[in-house]
Structures are given as C-alpha cells and as structure tokens.
C-alpha cells in the first residue's frame, strides 16, 4: 500500500469521526472509502482454433484492483453534491477479450494493467420533496444520513454510473459484493452508455412515490466504441434510458420489478452493411455513420422468500443490428438465481450465491462473427454458434464486522464468446473487499 493511499485512507477515518455526531439529522457532510482486488485464474480449455479476440485456451491467472473514496455534501434545502475519485488497475483475463459474459465485473477494457487515478462521479442533485411520509436516509457511499419523503422529484447533473440509478437488484448487481459476472451485474443485453472505465455524462431525472419510481436519463456516448472521448455532436450523438420500478411485499416479504427501455443514437456501424462490403474478414468500424441507432428493453425481478432467502430474474434484448458501442457483446440475455444469508448458520453478514446465465447474439452479428469480422472483446476469426451459458457461485466471508470481506467463486462458461468449437472453461476467483 503506497504512502499516499494509506495517508487518504486516515483522512477518511478522522473526517467521518468528526462528522458523525452530525448523522443524527440532515448530515451535512460524509465521506467513505472502498477498496477491491479480484485474482482469478482458469485452468487451460479445448479450443479447435483462436483469433485476435479469442480467451486463451492455456492455464493463465489475473489480478484486478479499485480504489474509491467517496465525498458528499449537503449544499442547500434539496441539493447536494459527490464526488468520487477512483484508482483502477490490473487486468482480466486474456487482456479482457474472448467471453461476452466476462467473469469479472470490476475489469475494464484498457490497454494498460498500471494503476490510473481519475474522476469516477462528479455530479450535482437537487430533490423537490412533498408530502408527510418519510424515509430515513443511513450515512453510505453517495448517500448522506438524514430524512427523506417517499414523495419527490429530483435531477441530477454531471458524470455517475448508469448502474447508480438503473436496472438495480438487491441480489444480482454490484461485484465489489455480490456476483462478479459482467451478465449478472447489469442486464447483459442493456448496451448502457459509458466511456472506457464504465462512466458517462449526462441528465437524470427521477419521480418517487411510496410504492414506485420512474427514472429518465439523457446522456452523452464516445466517439468510439469503447473509447474515452466524448462526442460533442449531441443532437446526433447521445443514449436516452427510461425505467419504471413498482415495489411490493407479497406476505411480508418485499419484491420489486423493474421495466427498462433505451435507445442509443450515433456514428456506429452495421454488420450487414459491413459484410456487404466485404463478405470475408468484415470490418464493421469502416461503415460508420450518424444516424444509426440501437435500441432494447430489459425486465428485471427480486423477491424475498423469507427473511434470509431471495430470488432474482432478468431478461433483456436489443436488435443487435449495429456494433455493440458500450457494455459488451450480448444481444439476448435471461439470468435468474437467488442468495441466501447465513444467519441459520450463526454468520448474519455472510452470503451464498448460486447463478446461472444464457446469452445470445442476433442473426447479422453471428454471420459477421462467422465471416472473420471482430467486435471490441470478441472474435475467434470464425464461429460454430451456440448460445454462451455459465453459471456462478460464491460464498462471501465476513471477515471483520462488515467493513472486510473475502468471496471465493467458482464460474463455469460454456460456449465462451458463442463458439461451440472452444472451451468449456472453468474460473476461479477470490475477492477480497474493504469498506468504511
């Protein structure tokens, strides 16, 4: 640990004591630290023939790390500000390349593994609040302690993660704590808008009520599939995402469902125009143009069984006709799974979870992927299609009173990057995460 990481990690533990008699009512300020490393490792696979794109069949080993530290401030009544810089280095597998359903959620697709520090979130709120019903508000991460009504509207301006306010689940969406596959995260078809390290910029409004929410987003994309600069032509260029959350309890045990729909608009390719062009070794970047669009929807379910046993399903889709731009290379995704707690064993804070993942690709992808074409993360040089099916399990250790955490998993992927000419292959992950 560097001497800088360990002098903010201090600062972070004399600010939130000093601020913690504040917490009772309205907390004016806070400030939370989180730290992730991910090493997996995949024994060696089958794999009839390998392209530029393609997960290695040898025995190889990856290690992942974040570092977040996150600040809030109450500005004035309804407003508020964060602002989370970020540290990420490592890599995934095989450079982050060669399975749609990537089995590490914390891995970004950069070309360095050295350690970058930039600004994750930056972004103001301002909430109108009606009505006397209140929800109170615990000090988190992005969230300052204090009462809210179950009655608002609020908007939000500046760069966060569409995964902050979107296609949420109480069992299937962080992997800093919960599943670490890329298709259990978010729903694996919601091309999501975000630069390279998983960000964008943009507007966000959202309607709460007691027992639903609608949430709106406008958003910015990159110049590039997967890229970093963003496209200042916003007429032609930009990503807009709706969801409607209706919240329940079904004999005490609550649930939720969510309705996700969205449409990205800008210069992006066609794998049919692009096999037009050359029906061997397709490149799908050379047919670029504004006015091309890809649009989806996602549907997204939990609910609790008991007290300690809760149970999720997703399904998603988009029309697969242009280049994927954003999350990955996923066209059709279904997951379903459940966690329990450990309570019944005596550890209230540990955790098991058991996945189970199907993703696909439209017809147009598939032919271009058949032909030798390649996408941003796969692309064997050919393609014996069948649909990319794995399944996830883990078990999460509280290892010192919810502040430190360590998760073996265990993912088994067949058909990686839709080839049924490679693999089954089998990774092996351990986790460890801190938090205050």
Do not use: C
């Amino acid at each position: 640990m560097t001497k800088t990481l360990q002098t903010l990690i201090l600062l972070v533990f004399i600010v939130n004591a000093a601020i913690a008699q504040d917490t009772v009512k309205q907390q004016r300020f806070n400030f939370h630290f989180q730290q992730t490393v991910i090493t997996q490792s995949k024994t060696g696979f089958s794999a009839d023939y390998s392209g530029t794109n393609s997960l290695s069949p040898l025995k190889e080993s990856a290690t992942s790390l974040t570092t977040t530290l996150f600040g809030g401030a109450r500005l004035w009544k309804g407003a508020q500000a964060f602002f989370n810089p970020e540290m990420s280095g490592g890599a995934g597998l095989s450079k982050t390349l060669g399975v749609a359903g990537f089995p590490n959620g914390e891995t970004f697709r950069v070309g360095a593994a050295e350690p970058k520090i930039y600004i994750a979130r930056l972004y103001l709120t301002q909430n109108f609040e009606w009505g006397k019903d209140k929800d109170t508000l615990t000090d988190d991460q992005n969230q300052l302690a204090g009462l809210k009504s179950k009655r608002y509207f609020s908007l939000t301006a500046g760069k966060f993660g569409m995964a902050d306010y979107f296609d949420g689940n109480s069992f299937s969406h962080d992997p800093r704590t919960q599943f670490m596959n890329w298709s259990l995260m978010s729903n694996g078809a919601w091309d999501y808008p975000a630069n390279t390290r998983g960000y964008v910029i943009g507007l966000y409004a959202e309607l709460g009520q007691p027992t639903w929410t609608l949430r709106f987003a406008y958003t910015m994309i990159t110049t590039t599939a997967n890229g970093a600069i963003w496209d200042e032509r916003i007429g032609k260029a930009n990503s807009q995402t709706l969801e409607y959350e209706k919240r329940y309890a079904i004999n005490g045990n609550k649930g939720a469902f969510r309705i996700l729909g969205f449409a990205n608009n800008g210069k992006m390719g066609d794998y049919r125009a692009a096999l037009a062009l050359s029906p061997t070794n397709p490149v799908v970047d050379t047919t670029q143009q504004y006015g091309r669009h890809k649009f989806g929807f996602g549907i997204n379910a939990e609910q609790n069984l008991s007290k300690d046993f809760g149970v999720f399903a997703k399904a998603s889709y988009n029309d697969g006709k242009t280049e994927t731009w954003f999350f990955t290379e996923i066209d059709r995704s279904i997951s379903f799974g459940g966690v329990l707690n450990g309570r019944s064993w005596k550890r209230k804070n540990d955790e098991i979870g058991l996945a189970f993942v199907g993703n696909g690709i439209s017809q147009p992808h598939r032919d271009y992927l058949a032909a030798g074409g390649y996408g941003f993360i796969i692309g064997d040089g050919k393609l014996n299609y069948g649909t990319e099916m794995l399944a996830e399990f883990y078990y999460k250790l509280d290892a010192f009173q919810q502040k430190f955490f360590i998760t073996p998993d265990y993912q088994f992927i067949i058909n990686p990057a839709y080839n049924k000419d490679r693999g089954p292959v089998n990774v092996f992950s351990i986790r460890a995460h801190i938090e205050f």
